[in-house]
């Protein structure tokens, strides 16, 4: 008896060691399962090397050798599944739960469809959800809060509909989620208030409503806030930054928002984006903005707002945006705005803006785009000669009431790309100059009160602009030209397409080199002085979609081939 005790003993010694190693081999064979069955609810392209290549993804190597899969050393367990960026087209398969040591799950820029599987909820381990930019569809499970330790969520960019479950908040390690650019709907649930570890929240370009939950505000370590483009109304913590003291950015521009703007900023040393534009803010634009030392955008267009441009703005030494574009802002534009030399766009249109412009504005080296469309804006431009503006590509000055000449410092402006002084008042020559803007597309003079150079009509301003050989569209309607139209206008560039130029006295005949212009779209000389028939060379003008030369001297017919 005691030698079968013994014997027993013996073997059980002997197979203690396989134990592990057959536990071990069968938790392998679940994740190697796993990976077969998740590989096969996709397709990739045939000629795609990575699942094609010998032996990769194919059971007769180590799976932890496979493209996009790492494993932890010890156990040979799947602890990351990268597969981004390699045009997956498929489903997302239920047994990608069963990959119970996995941390991260990376399928961003694919074309998985379908629904997001609940089986993902089993993955307690998991740190990072990235699955932006595929076309996933139906609701984002709310069991998805079984993941306890996720600190990195995104499904941006996918079709996803429903609410945002509620559930999120209770995930406590949760720092970055991104949910924008779906057909979310429903109001934002307040309990992602409770996930104090949060530090970007992004739900932009949704069909979200009611009203923000202000408790929001209250995570301290919160530093971006996106709910662009929804339907989302509540008011702004007149404190802003009191209880979110990191907050970086907060956009929240095209929904219903309502109310004053926040007054005090004392708290936001961090702040360097904020976008109010299109809601419905009323009040003056707060003298607290000037405050805000590492601000860079400030958008507050399309708003109710009112009163003055605050001249505190001035001491926004790190602003590079300031719109505040279709409101009922009055008074005029502060002088001290030069100080701004990082600015790159101002954008002041469609308010009620009286004065004139301050010489000093077009000092600001930075400046790309100055759009006063729309105000009661008058004097004469600036003319100075020293006026540089090198990195100046829009000027939008279109619907003011300007005076004088267009000043010759224009031409020094070299970057220049759209110039619009439609419908002001000035006067005299066109400058010849202008054809110094080699990459002019769009050039817009049209109601004013300009007139061509005296002397050769060969050397106009038109002449000049075959210079510019970007240019796609020249409009001088309802001016006082009394101009010819030089032959030499053939020598413009192959991208026009469009000429307005009606009612400018312009006289003499339409010159044979007009139908050099291939790429022509829209002639518009009505109702000038011309005479003379149509140019037989109009029949080159292939692209032609509007001729209008009515209420002239013209006569015989068109050319066959139009």
């Known amino acids: 008896m ?16 396989c134990i592990p190693h057959l536990s071990q081999s069968s938790n392998n064979f679940t994740d190697q399962s796993a ?13 795609d090397t990575v699942f094609t290549a010998a032996g990769n993804w194919s059971t007769t190597t180590n799976f932890c050798e496979w493209f996009g899969v790492s494993c932890s050393r010890r156990r040979q367990r799947v602890t990351a599944l990268n597969l981004s960026n390699v045009g997956l087209h498929g489903t997302i398969s ?33 740190r990072q959800l990235q699955l932006k930019n595929n076309l996933l569809e139906g609701s984002i499970p709310p069991t998805i809060h079984n993941c306890q330790k996720l600190e990195y969520l995104s499904l941006s960019r996918n079709k996803l509909s429903g609410g945002i ?18 057909s979310l709907k429903g109001a934002i649930p307040r309990s992602l208030g409770n996930v104090s570890s949060l530090e970007i929240l992004n739900l932009e370009l949704n069909n979200l409503t009611g009203t923000f939950p202000v408790v929001i505000f209250n995570l301290s370590f919160i530093t971006s806030i996106a709910v662009t483009e929804n339907h989302i109304s509540g008011t702004l913590p007149m404190d802003l930054c ?13 929904n219903e928002f309502t109310g004053n703007l926040p007054s005090h900023f004392n708290h936001c040393r961090e702040l360097s984006l904020l976008s109010l534009a299109s809601n419905k803010f009323h009040g003056s634009i707060p003298k607290g903005f000037g405050s805000l030392e590492k601000l860079e955008i400030l958008n507050l267009a399309d708003n109710n707002l009112t009163e003055n441009i605050p001249p505190i703005i001035s ?19 502060p002088s001290d705005l030069w100080h701004l030399q990082n600015l790159n766009i101002l954008q002041f249109s469609l308010n009620y803006l009286t004065g004139t412009i301050p010489q000093n504005i077009f000092n600001i080296t930075s400046l790309k785009l100055l759009d006063l469309v729309g105000n ?11 006026i540089s503006c090198p990195n100046l590509e829009s000027l939008n000055l279109d619907y003011n009431k300007f005076s004088g000449h267009i000043p010759s410092y224009l031409s020094n402006c070299s970057n220049l790309i759209l110039v619009d002084f439609t419908q002001n008042l000035l006067s005299g020559p066109i400058p010849k100059s202008l054809g110094n803007l080699k990459f002019l597309k769009i050039l817009r003079l049209g109601d004013n009160q300009l007139t061509g150079e005296p002397g050769d009509q060969e050397h106009s301003f038109l002449t000049s602009l075959a210079s510019c050989r970007f240019l796609e569209e020249i409009t001088t309607s309802f001016n006082p030209l009394n101009i010819s139209i030089p032959d030499a206008i053939g020598n413009l560039s192959v991208s026009l397409i469009y000429i307005f130029a009606d009612r400018c006295q312009i006289k003499g005949q339409i010159p044979m080199g007009m139908g050099s212009l291939k790429n022509l779209s829209v002639l518009e000389l009505t109702g000038n002085s011309l005479t003379g028939k149509i140019p037989s060379s109009f029949g080159g003008l292939e692209s032609l979609q509007r001729l209008h030369l009515g209420d002239n001297k013209i006569e015989g017919f068109l050319p066959k081939q139009l």
């Open 2 to 17: 005691p030698s079968i005790l013994l014997l027993l003993l013996l073997g059980f010694l002997l197979v203690q060691p």
């Open 35 to 47: 990976l077969i069955a998740f590989k096969s609810k996709f397709t990739f392209a045939p000629n």
């Open 94 to 126: 239920p047994h990608i739960g069963n990959l119970s040591f996995l941390v991260s799950l990376d399928l961003f820029n694919n074309s998985f469809y379908g629904f997001l599987p609940h089986e993902i909820s089993r993955l307690h381990r998991l």
């Open 165 to 182: 479950p509620k559930e999120l908040g209770m995930l406590p390690m949760l720092r970055k989620l991104y949910l924008g650019f779906n």
């Open 242 to 254: 009191m209880h979110c003291p990191n907050l970086q950015g907060l956009y929240i521009s095209k």
């Open 315 to 333: 001491n926004l030494s790190m602003l590079q945006k300031f719109a505040i574009s279709n409101n009922n802002i009055r008074g005029s534009i």
């Open 376 to 386: 009661f804006l008058s004097g004469d431009l600036p003319l100075d000669t020293k």
